[in-house]
């Protein structure tokens, strides 16, 4: 079976062109090719197949083999696939993905993608879209105690659940404990909190200033990454909801910068960043 492995911003994952390859069992294949001793190493398995609806239709699967809804980054380098392959030449590209069709616009220079805007479509709010088992209309600045520090934590879904934490030293996550890297330990205790019956990607946030912000990402189903752009998207949104950022801006991220900005105009999020196709290879399945 041929693949392809394509990164935004080190957000890693496996392709397949299932226009032409056919998987009998996604999630132990997922499993299989993320791991990073054994397989070749990602962050999960994206599968592209044809679409009735749109260019192409994105199947996207984590590192253990759950499920997942959208990926900012892995939709962006799909785009990059479809176009560079001749899989479609359409600009803007439609993608039909669990959270609904994706319109992306691609920058092409020298006839391949070098980088994508995603319009993420509008963000969701209410607990029981997020899911989130709270009885408010909106989680916004949830109090929550995190490594003897008072935090605050927003939900917000953008193709999938995000809590957005503010009031935690990045440093300090990045430091390791007696039981652990911080944020390994802080990440998946909030991940697996009873109040997110379908877990949930953590987030943590330094405000630099109102166009500027710091995070680190801790996704639900294949953990620390070096980039979510969907999380990015959700934290554009929570920084407008509590007033610490502005409708546009920059995100910084282990693995580089994203653009994010939620139009007044549509109430859309809109998410810009690079894709980058490393290599290609075959897997012995």
Known sequence: MKFTKLHGLGNCYIYVNCFEERVADAAALARAVSDRNTGVGSDGLILICPSKTADARMEMYNVDGSRGQMCGNGVRCLA??????????????????????????????GGKVTSACVDMGEP???????????????????AIEILDHQ?????????????????????????????????EIEGRRIETAAIFPERTNVHFVDVLHPGEVRMLTW???SGATQACGTGASAVCVAGVLTRR??????????????????????????????????????WPE
């Open 219 to 221: 996704e639900r189903g």
């Open 80 to 109: 990059k696939y479809v176009y560079d392959h001749g899989l479609s030449r359409n600009n803007p590209l439609r993608i039909e993905t669990d959270a609904g069709i994706k319109t992306i616009d691609l920058n092409i220079e």
């Open 245 to 282: 950022s502005g409708r546009t801006i920059t995100a910084h991220l282990p693995g580089g910068d994203l653009a994010l900005e939620w139009r007044e105009s549509d109430n859309h999020v809109y998410m810009t960043g690079p894709a980058v196709e490393i290599f290609t290879g075959d």
């Open 124 to 142: 969701l709010l209410r607990p029981e879209d997020l899911p989130v088992k709270l009885t408010q209309e909106q989680m916004v600045d949830y």
């Open 151 to 183: 935090a605050l934590m927003t939900c917000v879904s953008t193709g999938n659940p995000h809590a957005v934490i503010y009031g935690v030293p990045l440093k300090l996550l990045n430091d390791r404990g007696p039981a652990g890297w911080n944020l």
